[in-house]
């Protein structure tokens, strides 16, 4: 198929286009390239797919209503894998706008070139803050998403609820992956992982928040990417609504407090972190555990990588990747 992916040179982006361009496809791939952190390791995962001769890169942003609509109109995708957008929740709380632009914006200019251009299926990447504070574990998509604690997963909400909209009104057949902690490698530099490991070999304290008392989903690239190609070759159908919508949670559904993964990092390193620990942080939650039943009903999968395992693969592209 020919397939679009946007945010092709971020973390999940750039993992699966690779995997879509070794299966045969024609990717397309989109990105800005802000500074939101370094560029250089952007570019060298644009490197890796540029090695493909299936892949074409257009640097390009979302927010650019008549580009996005000009790039659809000429190309033809024939579906579509939606990954762009502002990521980070503690950033929301600095720059809301660049949530605005990018997330709300750039979305809808997305599922407008999808309605005119007759998209086969809209993948795009939702997220677990939509849960918000939700206490019941684990979390469902049956479950209440009214009552977010950040801009950042109000974005990822409303995205749902613009899919649902297009999905209804249009027809174009959409699916939202709530995303559970994506760790591995090639990860951005604001993840918990790459600012431990990096603090823990220069011997400096690591920020523990909520004194340590917090459990993630942690879920391996490598398995996000398997849900992601598995849910956009099974189209989309009528759920609860009569549109042609779906939601899933995509996690390992096996949470790990907080602690242990950082003696997961420490084992693979072979050093002791310096913990400082520190109160929880706003527009952050004490714990996700994701509900994978439904995305193993659609598709047959649900992600399963050992933290152990899913951490010394890590370590080992850091070690390369940073020459540390």
């Not at 040179?9 to 750039?14: L, V």
């Not at 899919?163 to 249009?170: D, E, K, R, V």
């Not at 760790?183 to 993840?191: A, E, K």
């Not at 995509?250 to 913990?275: M, R, T, W, Y």
Request: hydrophobic fraction near 40%; aromatic fraction near 12%.
């Amino acid at each position: 198929m020919k397939i679009l992916v946007t945010g092709v040179a971020g973390f999940i982006g750039a993992a699966t286009a690779l995997r879509l361009l070794a299966r045969g496809d024609t990717v397309v791939g989109i990105d800005n390239l802000n500074d939101y952190y370094d560029p250089s390791l952007k570019l060298s995962r644009l490197a890796l797919l540029d090695r493909h001769p299936g892949f074409r890169f257009m640097k390009m942003d979302l927010a650019d209503r008549e580009e996005i609509a000009g790039l659809f109109a000429k190309e033809k995708f024939e579906r579509v894998v939606h990954l762009g957008g502002q990521a980070g929740v503690r950033y929301s709380l600095q720059n809301p706008h660049a949530y605005v632009d990018s997330n709300l914006v750039g979305f809808v200019n997305v599922l407008e070139a999808c309605r005119n251009n007759a998209i086969e299926h809209l993948v795009y990447a939702s997220s677990s803050s939509v849960y918000g504070g939700n206490t019941k574990m684990p979390f469902s998509e049956a479950d209440n998403v009214d009552h977010p604690v950040s801009l950042y997963a109000a974005t990822k909400k409303a995205n749902e609820l613009m899919a649902h909209t297009y999905s209804h009104l249009f027809g174009v057949p959409t699916t939202g992956l709530r995303f559970f902690t994506v760790y591995g490698p090639w990860s951005r530099p604001d993840m918990a992982s790459i600012l431990f490991t990096k603090a823990i070999l220069a011997g400096d304290p690591i920020k523990v928040f909520n004194y340590g008392d917090m459990r993630r989903d942690f879920t391996y690239i490598d398995d996000i990417v398997e849900g992601v190609v598995r849910v956009l070759d099974k189209v989309a159908t009528s759920s609860e609504s009569t549109a042609p919508y779906r939601v899933f949670n995509i996690g390992n559904h096996q949470p790990v407090p907080l602690l242990d993964f950082i003696a997961c990092l420490e084992s693979a390193l072979g050093l002791q972190a310096n913990k400082e620990l520190l109160p929880m942080q706003d527009g952050d939650v004490p714990a996700t555990y994701a509900d994978t039943q439904a995305l193993n009903d659609w598709v047959g999968f649900a992600p399963a990588t050992p933290i152990d395992k899913g951490v010394r693969s890590f370590v080992d592209w850091y070690r390369s990747y940073y020459k540390v």
